[in-house]
């Protein structure tokens, strides 16, 4: 059974930083590109940050690139959101989400090409 399991969200504070993860099992990791997503209440769920199954290749929505980074522990079947200077407009449902695909190239944007969910955790900044 698969399972992407979050963690790492909570109440903060305007610049604040925040290190969100997601612990996945069920599936062979390193065959698996993984990024994340977020939805704000009444939005569609958006994309954040993707990286290749090495973790080598990264890719960022235009609007975290600069505040976010993605990584990944192979060794470790974990995903990883770093987040800096935290914005109110950055508060939503975190997701971490995984595709089968080994490439050198990070490239998926569109949640309908990830196959496995988490649950989500929420970030939630105040201003």
């Known amino acids: 059974q698969v399972q992407l399991v979050e963690s790492g969200g909570g109440l903060v504070q305007t610049g604040d930083p925040l290190k969100l993860a997601c612990t996945v099992s069920?599936?062979?990791?390193?065959?698996?590109?993984m990024a994340w997503f977020r939805q704000a209440p009444a939005k569609e769920r958006e994309f954040v940050a993707a990286?290749?199954?090495?973790?080598?290749?990264?890719r960022y929505s235009d609007s975290v690139k600069g505040r976010f980074t993605i990584s990944r522990d192979n060794a470790e079947n974990a995903l990883y959101l770093q987040i800096d200077s935290l914005k109110p407009e950055d508060t939503a449902v975190y997701y971490c989400?995984?595709?089968?695909?080994?490439?050198?190239?990070?490239?998926?944007?569109?949640?309908?090409?990830?196959?496995?969910w988490g649950q989500g955790t929420q970030v939630t900044v105040s201003s």
């Open positions: 990286c290749n199954y090495n973790g080598q290749d990264t």
């Open positions: 069920g599936l062979r990791f390193t065959n698996y590109a």
């Open positions: 989400a995984a595709r089968m695909e080994v490439l050198l190239v990070a490239r998926r944007m569109n949640p309908n090409e990830y196959e496995f």
